[in-house]
């Protein structure tokens, strides 16, 4: 394992971790993170088929809910989660590592490019669009989605990246509100990859993620 800093709990679920049971994990431990009573935690897991609706999701891109269809807090529209993509959930104080919303995102987008860049996968963010794309065929796909949100100056939620899933499964939806681009994963790239094999390419790149939060902001001349 790459170094994690002790203060922070690397934990890997094997399986299929339901939705709800997951959120409300996550959601109890960000309350003990911000009153001081239990450490950090980045949380890899995979969920059973499901729809999830952000804060800014619209009915209308509501397809075909054939799985079920489940609002929660984290910002965004909707996504799908399910198996053969691994879903990223980060309980992080930002009181110990920078009150700046906006850098946490950027740095959170950087890591997953990072992770996905050790296995040959050259992906970017796009302005004007949520999420971590790739080229699929020379044109712009989708292979990860982010989606957090900040309570007590503590994170939750975080990024899922499409490993092996369904791709069929996001016809339900317009992902994240995003009609004219399609979705991606690594198999459709022709990479395999494990998801034991990806966490540790998340977690080598983990400590430069960390240095990001850290790093106070860049002030022009």
Sequence with gaps: ???????????????????????????????????????????????????????????????DPRFPVVRTGRGGRYTYHGPGQLIGYLVLDLSRRGRDVRRFVSALEAWVIAAL????????TVPGRVGIWTLDGGREAKIGAIGVRVRRWVTLHGFSVNLSPDLSHFGGIVPCGIGDAGVTSLKQLGVSRTPGAFNMDLALTFPAFLETLSCPPQMEA
């Design 117 to 124: 860049a050790r296995s040959g996968v050259a992906a970017f």
């Design 1 to 63: 394992m790459a170094d994690i800093p002790p203060e922070i709990e690397w934990r890997v679920t094997s399986g299929l971790t339901a939705y709800a049971d997951a959120v409300a994990e996550m959601e109890a431990r960000a309350a003990a993170v911000a009153s001081g009573d239990a450490g950090e935690l980045v949380w890899l897991l995979e969920h059973p088929p499901v729809y999830t609706g952000g804060t800014s999701a619209v009915d209308a891109e509501l397809l």
